[in-house]
C-alpha cells in the first residue's frame, strides 16, 4: 500500500533570519529615500509597550502622529482625540512602524486624530500569534494610559496594509475575546493557540474599566484566508506576473505560519480567526469584530478576490456589520508603498494618483464612521 510522502522541511530558522535581513536591508534604504519626500511626517513621540506573563517576553515601540490641530505634547490636556491604531505591512516579516507615515499624515489631518503605529515584533524571531498578540496589547496599553494621552478610546479605528490588513482586523478580535472568559470559553480548541493556557481575562481589566472601543477598521489588500494555498490565490489574479514574487511570499509564509497549506491543507490552526477571519463563523464575526469594515484591495493581487468576498460574507443578512469593498484599478500589491523615484511612465503616474484617491476615500468613510454617518 502506498503511503502519502512526509511534507519537505522548510528551510531553517537561520535561513529565514538571513533572508529578512537582506530584504529589511532593501527596505530602509528605499525608506530613507522615500523620507525626503514632502510627504513624509517623523512620528512627534514613541512609547514602548512591555510585554510580560503570560505572553511571550518582551518589549515593541508605538508611534505617535499628531494632527495639526493638537498641541504636539504628550501631557493632559482638556481635548480628547479620537485614536487610529495603524499595522504596517511586510509579510510579518519585513517592514517598519514608520513606513505607513503619508497615509498617518492624512489620516490624521482628515480625521482630527491621533494616529499610532504599532512596531509590533516580527518572525522569524516572533511567528503567529505574536504579532497579533501584540496587537491586542497595543491597544489595551493605549486604554490604560488614555488619560495621559489625551486619548478618546470610545472612537477608535484601526487600519492597515498587506500584514498590517490582516492585523489591523485579528488583532480587534483577539482583544475583544481577551476581554471574556466565556468568549475564550467559547473558542474551538484548536483555535486557542492565540490565547495562553493560563490566561485570565482579569489581566487586561483596568480599575476604571475603560477598554477601546474599536468602531471601524480599514484594511488595505489584505491575505484573510490562510488555508488557501499561494496556487489557489494566483489562479484567481487576472495578472499573475503583477504578484509577489515566489522568494518572498515562501520567506513570509514559513517564517510566520505554524503550517503551510501546501503541505497541510486541513490544519486546524489555519482556520483560526485570529490567522484567517474570513474562515470564522458569522455569530463569531458579529460578536467581535468592528461594526464598520472597509476594504481596499488591488485589481492586480492575488489577494483581491477573498476581500471582496469577505465583505460580501460581512454585508450578509444579520451579520450587524456594514462592510464596504474598494476596488483599486490597475495596481499591483502595496502600489501605494513604491518610492516616488521607481514610479515612472504612464503606469506609474496612474499609481501616484490612486493613492491620493485611495487614501482620500478611505479617509472620508473613516471620517463618516466618527460623526455617526
Known sequence: MSQTPSPKPGPSKWYLKAQATFYRSLMS???????????YRSPSFTRTVTVSDPFTKGS?????YLPKSHSHSPEPASTKFPVVVNFHGGGYTLGDARDDTKWAAHIADTLNAVVVSVGYRKAPDYPYPIPVQDGALALHYLASHAAELNLDISRVITSGFSAGGNLCLTSPLLYSVLQSSSAIAALDPAYGSAIPTDFDPETLALENGNRCNVLAAASFYPGLDYSLTRAQRTATNPRPDQNVSEGLYKLFDFSYLPVRAEEQPDAAVLKSPFLSPARASGVFLKEHLPRNVLILTCEWDMLQREGEEFVGMLNGVGMGVRGRHVKVERVAHGWDKMPAVMRRGE??????KQVEVAYGEAGGWLKGVLEGL
Open 60 to 64: 515593541f515601540p508605538l508611534y505617535f
Open 29 to 39: 534604504l528605499a525608506a530613507t529615500i522615500d523620507s525626503y519626500s514632502s510627504a
Open 347 to 352: 503606469e506609474g503616474e496612474w499609481a501616484a
